[in-house]
């Protein structure tokens, strides 16, 4: 059961203290605290991170836990300087507040490429969190949750401690320093045991003394795989998603909305549905429907029956079109020319002009999509698995017309997010529908099909590529990448405005990768085309990387050289701890020895939020068929503060990247997915997954993250490997267009 | 019109519908709602329980054709040499397809309690997961019959 209690955002604590300073410009400013919106309705809150009552100690991970780990890793930042049982511990969500802004998402905004940020220039991101402080972004994404949490949740955890050891100091008349901390309890010179619970109290309602960090060597949590804090509940059925609230009443919700995308509704006749067995209601949503039920099948029966009239989207009619309508942007100015090294106007005759593109995709999380809500007494509760959670109460409270205020918020697992949770429709959905119900607990949830048809995609994306080698080098790269712009429309969707100049997303994983290249040039030029596109796992890396990085194969074997080595060559002038993770795919491959006919491999490396990973995938021809039957990957996060985690997280984003990679593609007839379930849109399964190889090396200087970029790096290494094996160059996604693969 | 059925040992009746497909009776009916819902169509696993034994996918098998006994991720017990063998291996992320993988290997390990890695292959074809936590599954039950067999 929740520790958090009854939570109103208005609501200060009593004896609130704020350990949780901005890490602004390197330095702990304890002294400017931020609003503590815990109210526990037993125990006490030491800070926005910390309840400790008779039962137990509560940290508050105030970052989506959507499958990467976030909870238990920042959980273990609190616990190494609280010296708690680390297994005893439960983790929670949080509410939404301000006091948890993610510092780090501002990292991304200097137009500078990660690996080659100056040491000022990380000083000056540093400063840009008080930027995030003062909007209070509290949002899951850009794999940045761990570099945000990393000083701040330490100092919280060291300043509980020191608060509790100060209240046991003043009841045992010794001084603070005499006493020491451990399992959960303030222990005397004499062995006096205190638990904190006795101190909490206390310690809530005084100031926190200054504390410096412990480090690292004392460290005896952070560096080890510890056990997941979610684990148990997962493996028991008890972990509770946004559809699994016992609420009683409760009627079941779904939606069909018009599925021409960006289209509308003429008219519709509830009758059909309302003659089925289950079916209660029938709400007219404006784009669509909601209907409501007994049971959700009955809902989603009832959805299938209501009779529509749908208006047209207003989108090109099919492929084509939308691709056309791409290909133009290459004829406007470029958006960003974020790199722009040398000449690269004047090629060589032996340059090669290549052509590259990639489709839509859609997120398609193990769970669709769907959210809990409950008006009662003008005040509403609600229940969503989400990456966003100040947004979704400015959505849901306009939604239901409500102030934001009236909105309490419980942020559940989510089964899956991939960047889908960052958007709030769901939950502007049951908000909806809860406030035309007033006092009946809604829990809608969207059928798979509602689910695919009705997603945020990774936008379709085209690059023309020039390049040329001389004496075995690269002399020219110029690259022009044409997409819609996800930063553009995101935007838009949660401020109603588009920010301004160089999109720097709709070019990561290509302007800011490090080669030394003499000629180099990376061009974004922004589509209009009015698809609902958003953040997809490793957003621009996710094509751009396989642009870049098909692109210096075609290079490599121009020059006649061997790829890794040829990448090596580029790589190392600029960047050792790229070519460090290179070095290391080479030596787990073996790379330099030969392989049997009919197997090949390929090799891609991806910088993407601040952390180089590479990756060598070895296919095999298997009676007509492609199979991926090993991937070695090496990734540099700096710091690995959870290696169990880091390797889990690499290996999905590898699985998520070649699930793309290999049958991923959301294509369009008149503006509707013509995708709708797995059958249709699948990803990789038990039998088609390769054996992983992860090496995690610890020698960048300044940590990453982790959630995002194994992504990148995988369809390039299977398109470079397929080259290796065939000779054919493919330069479009999915690869089962031009192959038969296992599937 | 109600009908009678057996879930984790406890007996249930419910007038929903006769053609409601267990995996809502379960979760909607009966507030079970450690068996998940991924695609209505049989195509991801996660709605994976056993009826009279035998991993089944709740989505398709109607309240009126129920066989046998019912046995959910919540029936199962959390102490199982296949929990824990997924505990040491810490498979899960997101967790939302375990219930269904679980209950699958579970069915697996059952009719054969050594599998080949072509065994695994074959029986969790079914079960999506888009996290991509496979190579721990794949462990995880190769350790859960490794342990079974050695306390036989």
Redesign the interface.
Known sequence: MSRLGTITRRTLLVGAVAVAGGAAFGIYQIRKPVENPLTPDQGATLNPYVIIDTSGITIIAPRAE????VHTTLAALVAEELDVDFASIRVEHGPPSSAYYNGALMHAALPVADYAMKDWQHTVVGGLAAASKLLGLQVTGGSTSTVDAFEKMRYAGAGAREALKAVAAERLGVDRAALRTEGGFVIAPDDTRIPYAELAMDAAARPVPDVGLRPQSDWTLLGR?L??S????????????A??I?LPG?K?ATVRICPHLGGGMAGFDPAPALDL??VERVIDMGNGVAVIA?????A?EGAKAVQVDWTPAPLPADMDGMFTAIAAAFDTEPNSTLRDDGDTSALPDSAINVEYRVPFLAH?????QGATAWLQDGQMTIWAGNQAPRICVQVAAEAAGVPEDAITLHTT??????GRRAETDAVAQVARIAAEMPGTPI?L?W??EEDMRHDFYRPAAMARMQGAVADGRISHFNAAIAAPSVTRAAMTRIMGSAPGGADKGHVEGAFDQPYAIPNYRVAGHLADLDVPIGFWRSVGASFNGFFHESFVDELAHAAGADPLAFRLAHVAPESAVAAGVLERVRDMSGWDTPLPEGRARGVAMTWSFGTPTAVVLEIARAGGRMRVDRAFMACDPGLALDP?IIR?QM??G???GL?AAVMGEITFTDGRADQE???DY??????N?P??DVAILQDNPHMGGVGEPGTPPAAPALANAMFALTGTRARSLPLRDVADFVV | MSITLTVNETEYRTD??PD??L???L???L?L?????????A??G?CTVHVDGQAVRSCQVRLADIWGPVT???GLG?QTPL?AA??RH??????????GQ?MQAADLLANNPSPTDDD???A???????????????AAIHDAADQMGGAQ
Request: charged fraction near 15%; include cysteine.
């Open positions: 959507m499958g990467q780990g795989a056990p997941r979610d684990m148990r509940a997962k493996i028991t059925g008890q972990a509770q998603y559809t699994d016992p409760l079941f067995p289950g007994r049971n959700t099948w009955a989603m398609s999380t193990m769970e669709p697992f989510m089964g899956g997010g991939f829990r949830t059928s798979r169990g889990a290996e999905s590898l699985i998520y699930s379930n797995f059958p699948d990803g990789l399964r038990m039998f997954t054996q992983i | 929903a519908a409601t497909p995996l809502w009776v979760r909607d009916e507030s709602t450690g068996t998940k819902f991924g695609c209505g169509i195509a991801c996660a959910t991720i919540e959390d929990q997924w505990e810490q498979v899960a992320q997101c967790g939302y397809c375990q219930s679980i695994i292959d074959a969790m074809g079914g079960n999506l997961c888009r996290c991509g936590t496979y190579t721990a599954i794949r």
